[in-house]
């Protein structure tokens, strides 16, 4: 990235000490495309160096001192303006002078705080990234770049099964069991329908994966809902004492953690909703909140040990 100014120019690079064996983890961009970066956990350094090349060699590079930030920040799409900082790190590489040739300054983050997912989404982004700035008094010369970051889940959490009801009075009862409330992005949603009472004729029955995106707070508050998955059940008319099994691989689906309260800002939640369907066209619906975590159950925070088993799993 070059920038221009009176006489002189220059190109800022910043180049991480592991690149060469950092994994990378893709991540959804605002445009639905997709790109790779380099993926962090909470509690990592990040460390590398930050190469100034004056594009005019023998003139001088006046600044007003060097530097470089790690950020992590909240962008709510409908008020652009304001970005919301939840992480904000400063390192001085150099004081305020000029540069008379192409330099390059080390920088170290140690142990840095990455509390939440990296997340893109239809209403909100929460992004991490490194901006190294010269600064300059008409322009400043920078360049950013973005990381990724997953989170860890801590243990030990109950994961109990899930039991509900669906009843129209002496018409229809159904119960339904999910074998457990909390899943990780690559498991399978194993569970049963069971036919207590029907006199009502069905004719269609399918559960859907909804992901709702909820942004604001008070009376600014949006919801974005998303049908991840839809899964047919049934077609075609059940009878009382009938039981459906259901088997529901998750790991076809792009699909986040679930994501509560971030920051005040956003929420990220899913559920499964039963959706049952009459002759004469009448839906019925039941729904339950389920738990998208990015590990295994076992998965422990900050031990290094199980990344190469979490990586796998938030693939």
Do not use: W
Not at 21 to 46: I, P, Q, S
Not at 104 to 120: A, I, L, N, Q
């Amino acid at each position: 990235m070059s920038f221009f100014s009176f006489g002189q120019s220059a190109e800022i690079d910043v180049v991480l000490t592991d690149a060469e064996t950092r994994k990378k983890a893709e991540h959804k961009t605002e445009d639905g495309k997709k790109d790779k970066y380099f993926l962090f956990y909470d509690g990592e350094t990040v460390a590398g160096k930050v190469n100034v090349t004056l594009k005019n060699p023998g003139k001088r590079l006046e600044h007003q001192g060097i530097k470089i930030e790690f950020v992590g920040q909240i962008e709510l799409y409908y008020d652009r303006g304001n970005h919301h900082e939840f992480v904000s790190l400063v390192k001085d590489l150099a004081r305020p002078g000029e540069l008379t040739q192409s330099q390059t300054f080390d920088f170290e983050f140690t142990h840095v705080e990455k509390p939440y997912e990296s997340y893109t989404g239809q209403n909100v982004k929460l992004r991490y990234f490194l901006r190294a700035t010269v600064s300059r008094r008409l322009n400043d010369i920078s360049k950013e770049m973005d990381i990724v970051v997953h989170t860890l889940s801590t243990y030990p959490e109950l994961n109990s099964s899930i039991k509900m009801e669906v009843g129209i009075e002496d018409c229809l009862h159904i119960e339904f069991e999910y074998n457990k409330s909390k899943y990780h992005l690559k498991d399978v949603i194993v569970g049963k329908i069971y036919f207590l009472l029907v006199r009502i004729k069905i004719k269609h029955m399918e559960i859907d994966i909804i992901k709702r995106e909820t942004t604001g707070t008070g009376p600014s508050v949006y919801h974005e809902n998303d049908t991840i998955a839809k899964y047919e059940i049934m077609d075609g008319a059940p009878v009382r004492g009938e039981s459906i099994p259901i088997r529901l691989f998750l790991a076809g689906y792009e699909m986040t953690p679930t994501m509560r309260d971030i920051n005040k800002k956003f929420s990220v939640r899913y559920y499964l909703n039963l959706v049952l369907i009459d002759e004469e066209e009448r839906r019925y619906f039941k729904q339950q909140e389920i738990t998208i975590d990015c590990t295994r159950p076992f998965a422990i925070k900050g031990r290094i040990f199980m990344i190469s088993v979490i990586d796998d799993l938030c693939h």
